[in-house]
């Protein structure tokens, strides 16, 4: 089948080369010359594991296909997703102008029938505005679809390519036998694809990320219990999470959730429900949790260094908001050295993978290091803001020369308790004892 995707983002390029991975003809349409003349020459816009190697392996085989002209893209296919970006507005509302810019010139330039699939995380409803701006623009048919993405930012190849299920929203038969067509692939094994109205379909996506935020903040509210009564959060969450009712993931506490799902998907259901006189308390209680989870560790080198961080060196390991992606976007990160900085300290990271994206934004207003150990080099505390692999078996040893103080603050809980204590390091995680020197 030959399918469009509108937008090359991190949704849009992964759809999009599981589509055509899938053997279908797909040609991907972003307003960025550059970077679609980027990809045509091979070159991957984003860090998402194993991507690059399916990327170019569909290119090769003359399936993956980048374009800036949405006619040509329009013309060839019978399938068009929109995969653009819905960013919040002050009022934590999902913006659609992206969207319905798009159906609009959908509905200027078709010539055909064609089904057109919402793959962007949008509010309640947004199907019923794509049809309207491509009806007001055509009498030719067409049928729009709600077809959320539910990929995870690390993992979004082996999650496109293995889905737990597959939700479509829509009303036509004759798009839902076309969706199950595309499908096809994956139900063949066992996915299971659920059928439902738009409406329903889209709420779906909402209410899932913002379980899944509810449930880290819970796990985050248990590990500062854990600290106050002396309890320890990680017997607690694998006592927990052996209730299959409740399950193991997400049960990991933190510095908070990041990226660019949970926080954009809270606000925007926080803000659908109050359009509808609706409160969702318990999302209101997440979000104010959750901002305050990001920096707690800050508070607490604060008080190690006796309320004066003027002059301290603070090395970073991790500036991306998760493991396995250069997306920095509500990363806990920068909320952290937002705050070290205005009180004195100095920062220096290290995340070879996000670097370039945090040079973008902060410049030289903090250092970085070539090597997890060359950032060590005379600091007076380790923070760390992502579960990196490499951090998880460190050398205690050249960690201890390098350093001028032993005191690591560890928002990712990496280590087990007895290692900085057999090293003779003041360790602070998250719901645990905390490691005197």
Request: glycine share 8%; with cysteine.
């Amino acid at each position: 089948m030959n399918i469009t995707i509108v937008g090359t983002g991190y949704v849009g390029l992964v759809t999009g080369t599981t589509l055509a991975e899938l053997g279908n003809s797909v040609y991907c349409v972003d307003i960025d010359e550059k970077k679609v003349e980027g990809m045509k020459n091979g070159i991957v816009p984003i860090y998402e594991p194993n991507l690059e190697e399916m990327f170019l392996r569909n290119i090769q085989s003359e399936r993956l296909f980048f374009t800036t002209d949405l006619k040509e893209a329009l013309d060839k296919s019978e399938v068009i997703y929109l995969a653009l970006p819905t960013p919040p507005g002050e009022d934590g509302s999902a913006d659609l102008s992206y969207v319905l810019k798009v159906a609009h010139d959908i509905g200027e330039m078709m010539t055909e029938y064609k089904v057109v699939v919402n793959k962007s995380t949008v509010p309640v409803g947004t199907a019923d505005k794509v049809r309207e701006m491509i009806s007001s623009k055509t009498n030719l048919p067409f049928d729009v679809v709600s077809n959320p993405e539910f990929l995870r930012e690390g993992f979004a190849v082996e999650d496109s390519m293995n889905p737990a299920r597959v939700v479509v929203g829509s009303s036509s038969e004759k798009a839902k036998e076309i969706m199950a067509k595309i499908y096809q692939p994956f139900t063949n094994t066992g996915t299971p694809i659920i059928f439902m109205d738009e409406k329903s379909s889209e709420l779906t996506k909402y209410a899932a990320n913002s379980f899944l935020a509810v449930k880290i903040t819970f796990m985050n509210e248990i590990a500062n219990y854990c600290e106050k009564v002396g309890a320890d959060v990680d017997k607690v969450r694998l006592g927990m999470g052996s209730d299959d009712r409740i399950g193991h993931r997400f049960l990991f506490p933190g510095i908070g959730y990041g990226g660019s799902c949970f926080p954009k998907d809270v606000k925007a259901l926080i803000k659908s429900g109050k359009d509808d006189n609706f409160d969702f308390e318990i999302l209101q209680a997440t979000e104010k949790v959750n901002i305050a989870q990001k920096v707690i560790l800050s508070s607490e080198i604060e008080k190690y260094f006796g309320g004066n961080l003027k002059g301290k060196r603070i090395a970073m390991w991790g500036l991306a908001f998760k493991a396995n992606t250069d997306d920095i976007r509500e990363a806990s990160s920068l909320d952290n050295i937002a705050i070290l900085l205005e009180k004195g300290a100095e920062i220096v990271a290290y995340d070879l993978i996000a670097e370039e994206n945090v040079k973008k934004l902060l410049g030289d207003r903090i250092s970085y290091a070539n090597t997890m150990y060359d950032a060590l080099e005379g600091a007076d505390a380790l923070f760390i803001a992502t579960e990196w692999p490499e951090f998880k078996n460190p050398n205690f040893s050249l960690m201890a020369k390098k350093m001028n103080n032993k005191a690591i603050f560890d928002g990712r809980n990496m280590f087990p308790l007895e290692l900085p204590q057999q090293n003779g390091f003041y360790y602070k995680s998250i719901g645990r004892k905390t490691i005197q020197q």
